[in-house]
Structure formats: structure tokens, C-alpha cells
Antibody, heavy 119, light 106 residues
Framework: QVQLVQSGAEVKKPGASVKVSCYASGYTFANYGITWVRQAPGQGLEWMGWISVYNGITNYGQKFQGRVTMTTDTSTSTAYMELRSLKSDDTAVYYC????????????WGQGTLVTVSS | DIQMTQSPSSLSASVGDRVTITCRASQTVINYLNWYQQIPGKAPKLLISAVSSLQSGVPSRFSGSGSGTDFTLTVSSLQPEDFAMYYCQQTYKTPVTFGGGTKVEI
């Protein structure tokens, strides 16, 4: 079945970077985009951006421009999201999801990766 | 950015109740409107895409409707496993935006 499995929880200090991975299985990786969404504790969902696995073209949310990089490795069917210059309010669960359909819905989602930023 | 406003932000209901959640966009999103369910501690799950297309495996008691700026998610007969958070999402323009969520409680 289609599945996205993310890397484990991370604890980082302010100013550091984090790189979260998302391993895809059960489908042809290059045929769909990958998107990243985060959720701060007790808060709603916030879109960070997406990447076309086919050609590597990215579309980042303006809030994250200059601080985020999304990449993919088609040889291992893995997507990556790196966030730099971490601040305490970057503490959140980070989700990857497959981008599908002409209306760009997100399905399925990875299990989430908790990133804690604390000194 | 397109603002998505959900109402109510929370509601209390009983098993068997009919529940309706509304989502209003600050400008038209055509039919680029999706609904997700999130159980606490779990990842969101797609319920309905493109306003009204029920995803495979999602019970038929869930339905979506609307167009342009006003949309609804309806659960015809609430079941115990439906108590969760629900989010609408527009993907018509980037940045993709989500509604603030509706918590459905017992």
C-alpha cells in the first residue's frame, strides 16, 4: 500500500538546522509531488511548500523562503526537508504528504516528525 | 493569501447526530477544496477532495458540497470514531491554506 515513513524526532538548539526525511513506498515516486506541512503544539496546519519529484521544481511558502530547502532522491524514493536558523516557534510536528490530482490534494500523509527547538 | 474560515470552531454532538461544518474562503477557490480528519496524535487523513469526491475507504456518511467560496462537510450520522478535528483546505492558489479546524466532541 502507499505509505510515507518519516525520520524520528529531533531536538535542536536555536540557530541550528534540521533535515527531516520521508521515505515513499507503494507507488512510482517520480509520478507525484511531495508537500510538507507543519503543526505547532495545539495549533492548526501550516503549509510549508512542495516539490515536484519529476523535475525538482519547488514552491515554498513565503514565510519559509530563504530558510527551507526541499529535495528528493529518486534512487531511494526519499524526500527531504531542511529548515535552517531554527527558532523556538519552529517547534512543531512536521508532516510530508503526497500531492495528488488536478486539485492537488494531500494523500497519504507521513506519520509526522516532532522537531523541538530549545536551548 | 486566501483565508479559510471554518465554523464552528468546536461542537458537541451525540452518536447518531447529523453534523455540518462550514468553510468559507476569502475569495473563490473554484473546486480546489479538500477536507481532512485528524485524530489526536495522528496525521491528518484525506476525507474528501475537490469539494465532494469521497476518498476510497471513507464511509458514505461523509459528504461535501459547495462551490466558489462556501463549502460544507456533513456527517449524516455521527459514529464514535468520528470524534476528531476536521480541517478544510484550499489548493487553488499558493500558499495553500487551511481552515482553523473544527473540533467535534462528544
Amino acid at each position: 500500500q502507499v505509505q510515507l515513513v518519516q525520520s524520528g524526532a529531533e531536538v535542536k538548539k536555536p540557530g541550528a538546522s534540521v533535515k527531516v526525511s520521508c521515505y515513499a513506498s507503494g507507488y512510482t515516486f517520480a509520478n507525484y509531488g511531495i508537500t510538507w506541512v507543519r503543526q505547532a503544539p495545539g495549533q492548526g496546519l501550516e503549509w510549508m511548500g512542495w516539490i515536484s519529484v519529476y523535475n525538482g521544481i519547488t514552491n515554498y511558502g513565503q514565510k519559509f523562503q530563504g530558510r527551507v530547502t526541499m529535495t528528493t532522491d529518486t534512487s531511494t524514493s526519499t524526500a527531504y526537508m531542511e529548515l535552517r536558523s531554527l527558532k523556538s516557534d519552529d517547534t512543531a510536528v512536521y508532516y510530508c504528504a503526497r500531492k495528488r490530482g488536478p486539485e492537488n490534494w494531500f494523500d497519504p500523509w507521513g506519520q509526522g516528525t516532532l522537531v523541538t527547538v530549545s536551548s | 493569501d486566501i483565508q479559510m474560515t471554518q465554523s464552528p470552531s468546536s461542537l458537541s454532538a451525540s452518536v447518531g447526530d447529523r453534523v455540518t461544518i462550514t468553510c468559507r474562503a476569502s475569495q473563490t477557490v473554484i473546486n480546489y477544496l479538500n477536507w481532512y480528519q485528524q485524530i489526536p496524535g495522528k496525521a491528518p487523513k484525506l476525507l474528501i477532495s475537490a469539494v465532494s469526491s469521497l476518498q476510497s475507504g471513507v464511509p458514505s456518511r461523509f459528504s461535501g458540497s459547495g462551490s466558489g467560496t462556501d463549502f460544507t462537510l456533513t456527517v449524516s450520522s455521527l459514529q464514535p470514531e468520528d470524534f476528531a478535528m476536521y480541517y478544510c483546505q484550499q489548493t487553488y492558489k499558493t500558499p495553500v491554506t487551511f481552515g482553523g479546524g473544527t473540533k467535534v466532541e462528544i
